[in-house]
């Protein structure tokens, strides 16, 4: 198959309601459990290796319209904790067993509440990450705290899980996550072969699926890519970062590429890649899997490492992709991502590195202005 039809392929299934998505999954495992995982980061392996699906899930985008959940909730709240709770209340999270919330800020740790007491039917569970990564006790903290919560999947399905299944796990997801690792060194390379659209639709196909199908929808991707061929066009190379969470509209990265942007890197739907290199699959696979939360996974604001300061990941990963400029694209009301937009500004400037700062919800359904914006940035870094 080319390489557009898989990419309309992963968009079929990412505009599709998460019911209908998740068909082909309940109709060949009629007795398995379903379980949402709400952004950023999820040990997906602990759900896998209790024969689990674990999906996404990443609020409404724009085709939802809001019209409970606004009485929940305060109103200068991210859009993607209202949209997600909008789901739940309009029936659409039926098609799950369970939902697991993260410690990453205070509307993310209220939504993980709000759920359990309005949705008493649905199995809710909450990963708490360690504040302090210096810790000597950091490690051990988060194997204790997936053991707990794989003793709670054990509650939901009956089903014990070994270290066997959880080394087939970790090697099942290592393999989706290094095939998604060729995507983007593909775009850093020949960004001209693989818009950050078209690899954003592939990456988010993943999380609707076992990674052993995400693996091999992603080869026939990259072998559908081996046959293009596209001339470089005169354009900018810049890293978008602030969409670790709430997802930006697909037509917001879009009219920022159309704008004349090579969008090289991106922190979006770090769930399914935020580890930088494989976990380990030989020793404790529980401890490999902390290991690798501790030492070896991506940055974004919601992570707290004292061993660095807040900006030098943005910078390195600016510079290593060889980005001419950086796009700071955070969600309406993002706590963690405003917050450390004034420290990247100041990084940034000292560095030399140029950036713009956009602001989006998930329901934007103009973007004129936001082309105009990056048009306009682009134009002055190429003519002036
Ligand atoms: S978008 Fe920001 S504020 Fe909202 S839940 Fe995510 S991290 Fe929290």
Request: charged residues 30%; contains cysteine.
């Amino acid at each position: 198959m080319s390489v557009e039809g898989t990419i309309e392929r992963a968009r079929a299934l990412v505009d599709a309601p998460l019911d209908r998505a998740l068909e082909p999954w309940r109709l060949a495992n009629p007795e398995g459990k379903v379980v949402g995982w709400f952004p950023v980061y999820s040990p997906l392996e602990l759900a896998h290796a209790g024969g689990i699906l674990p999906v996404g899930v990443m609020g409404g985008g724009n085709q939802i319209e809001i019209a409970h959940a606004d009485s929940r909730f305060q109103s200068f709240v991210c859009s993607i904790v209202k949209s997600t709770l909008e789901l739940g209340l309009t029936g659409r999270l039926k098609a799950l067993d369970g939902m697991v919330f993260h410690s990453i800020c205070d509307p993310a740790k209220n939504l993980a509440s709000v759920v359990r007491r309005n949705f008493p039917e649905l199995w809710v569970e909450f990963v708490h990450f360690p504040q302090n990564l210096t810790s000597p006790l950091a490690e051990d903290y988060l194997v204790a705290e997936y053991r707990r919560i794989l003793d709670r999947l054990t509650d939901l399905t009956g089903r014990r899980v070994g270290d066997e299944d959880l080394r087939r796990s970790l090697a099942a997801y290592n393999a989706s996550r290094a095939r998604i690792r060729r995507l983007y060194e593909i775009r850093r390379e020949s960004p001209q072969l693989l818009s950050a659209t078209e690899s954003y639709l592939l990456v988010r196909a993943g999380i609707l699926m076992p990674p052993e199908e995400h693996a091999a929808l992603l080869d026939e991707a990259l072998d559908g890519l081996s046959g293009r061929d596209v001339k470089p066009k005169d354009r900018i190379r810049v890293v978008i970062e602030g969409s670790f969470c709430e997802q930006p509209p697909l037509e917001l990265l879009q009219s920022i590429e159309e704008a004349g942007c090579d969008i090289l890197d991106d922190d979006l739907l770090l769930g399914v890649r935020w580890f930088l290199r494989d976990v380990p699959i030989d020793g404790d696979p529980l401890r490999a899997l902390a290991r690798s939360y501790i030492d070896g996974s991506v940055h974004s604001s919601v992570k707290h490492d004292l061993r660095r300061t807040k900006a030098q990941p943005l910078l390195d990963k600016a510079r290593g992709g060889r980005a001419h400029a950086v796009v700071v694209l955070a969600a309406k009301f993002c706590e963690p991502a405003l917050f450390d937009y004034a420290l990247y500004r100041k990084a940034l400037d000292e560095a030399g590195i140029p950036h713009v700062f956009l602001e989006f919800e998930e329901k934007m359904w103009i973007f004129d202005k936001v082309r105009t914006e990056v048009e306009t940035f682009v134009e002055s870094m190429l003519f002036d």
